[in-house]
Nanobody, 132 residues
Framework: QLQLVESGGGLVQSGGSLRLSCEASGFAFDHVAFGWFRQVPGKEREGVACSSMSGEMTNYADSVKGRFTISRDIDKNTVYMQMNSLRSEDTAIYYC?????????????????????????WGQGAQVTVSS
């Protein structure tokens, strides 16, 4: 059973940076496709970034392109999201997601962000608050 534990959220001023971490356990790390999502109250969970199972393909929502970077460290079984030039509209709870069953088909097309329902495994969420 894949388990995901997030860390790294917090409060930051507009223009600042944060790095979210998501440590995976319970399954071979290089057989997992990962995604980052965010959600604010009253809105649907929004896809932010994804990484293919191999890590060779990454995609981003238009709203974060050029500011956020998803990466993975197989030695630490951890996927990261570096968030730079943060804005007040980035304030949300951020979730790490992982998929095993159809991982090889996830996030493999350019500009393609999987939907939340395509991921089975989820982290507990991390609050990111950007003050203006």
């Amino acid at each position: 059973q894949l388990q995901l534990v997030e860390s790294g959220g917090g409060l930051v001023q507009s223009g600042g940076s944060l790095r979210l971490s998501c440590e995976a356990s319970g399954f071979a790390f290089d057989h997992v496709a990962f995604g980052w999502f965010r959600q604010v109250p009253g809105k649907e969970r929004e896809g932010v970034a994804c990484s293919s199972m191999s890590g060779e393909m990454t995609n981003y929502a238009d709203s974060v392109k050029g500011r956020f970077t998803i990466s993975r460290d197989i030695d630490k079984n951890t996927v990261y999201m570096q968030m730079n030039s943060l804005r007040s509209e980035d304030t949300a709870i951020y979730y790490c997601a992982g998929e095993i069953g159809v991982a090889q088909a996830m996030c493999v097309m350019p500009n393609g962000l999987p939907y939340a329902y395509e991921y089975v495994h989820w982290g507990q969420g991390a609050q990111v608050t950007v003050s203006s």
